[in-house]
């Protein structure tokens, strides 16, 4: 599966470490992603919802 959120679709950014010489090592910020039960239109799915989603309250969590 790939690293995105369902709702909103947040994707890895790339980012640079830059040390003292100015040596630029470049790496991924993932997304803080959760594996949530969601209630989508009577069926359970298991989808990978970010964070700010889940505390948002776009997403209907199944019992």
Do not use: W
């Not at 830059?18 to 470049?26: A, E, M, R, T």
Request: proline fraction near 3%.
């Amino acid at each position: 599966m790939s690293v995105e959120c369902a709702i909103c679709g947040k994707k890895p950014l790339k980012a640079a470490k830059l040390s003292f010489s100015h040596k630029h090592n470049v790496y991924r910020q993932n997304p803080n992603l959760q594996s949530v039960k969601i209630n989508d239109n009577g069926t359970i799915k298991t989808v990978k919802v970010c964070t700010s989603c889940l505390r948002a309250g776009k997403v209907q969590r199944a019992v």
